[in-house]
């Protein structure tokens, strides 16, 4: 069995799609959720899948001792689904290449520091672009910059507004990241 750990730091419906997804799966199996918002809804979430969780402040995350916290449930990977802080160097090291973001937007236009969740969407539509997508990479030192495992994109209207822009991509999240991180995680175990 793989272990999955998803970071979230707010709503959390990716979180949940995730968790959804893997609920009967044979090989792979969402172990825990970890947040560094304690007000966090992918908190509330996590209770429908028995799924525990934790909270940790942004001082513990730098620190190698927040291991710890996910300590107990052997994790494999670990899932970013709208997690907002950096990932420190010291955990990118521990999970090299089993650490996997997702982006709302077609890196690498759209990334870097700042760029999240609506301030993505918001730029998108400033910029009158004709489409978005979502980017699925791994997580290096760098805001954004680790290698793309899959990108998807959506038609954007003169019509969509941020929100609907918001929308659309949340839709392609819900489509495509639980199976492009089953497909990950299953062909990489094989390699390893
Ligand atoms: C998602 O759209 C995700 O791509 C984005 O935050 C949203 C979280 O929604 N992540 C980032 O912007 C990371 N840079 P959710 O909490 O409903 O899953």
Do not use: C
Not at 31 to 38: H, M
Not at 89 to 107: G, M, Q, S, V
């Amino acid at each position: 069995m793989k272990n999955l750990l998803i970071l979230a730091s707010g709503s959390g419906s990716n979180a949940e799609n995730i968790a959804r997804y893997f609920s009967k799966h044979k090989s792979i199996r969402v172990a825990a959720i970890g947040s560094n918002k304690t007000k966090a809804y992918v908190l509330e979430r996590a209770k429908q899948f028995q799924i525990p969780t934790f909270t940790f402040s942004n001082s513990d995350l730098r620190e190698p001792e927040a291991g710890s916290f996910w300590e107990p449930y052997e994790i494999d990977y670990i899932i970013l689904a709208g997690f907002l802080l950096k990932i420190p160097e010291w955990l990118i090291h521990k999970f090299t290449d089993r650490i996997i973001n997702i982006h709302p937007a077609l890196l690498p236009q759209y990334g870097g520091k700042g760029m999240y969740g609506m301030h993505v969407h918001q730029a998108v539509y400033d910029n009158r672009e004709k489409q978005s997508g979502i980017t699925i990479h791994l997580v290096n030192e760098q805001y954004d910059e680790g290698r793309i495992i899959f990108q998807a994109n959506t038609e954007l209207t003169a019509e969509d507004q941020p929100n609907d822009i918001a929308q659309k991509i949340h839709a392609l999240e819900y489509q495509y990241f639980p199976a492009v991180i089953e497909d990950y995680i299953q062909s990489h175990s094989i390699d390893s």
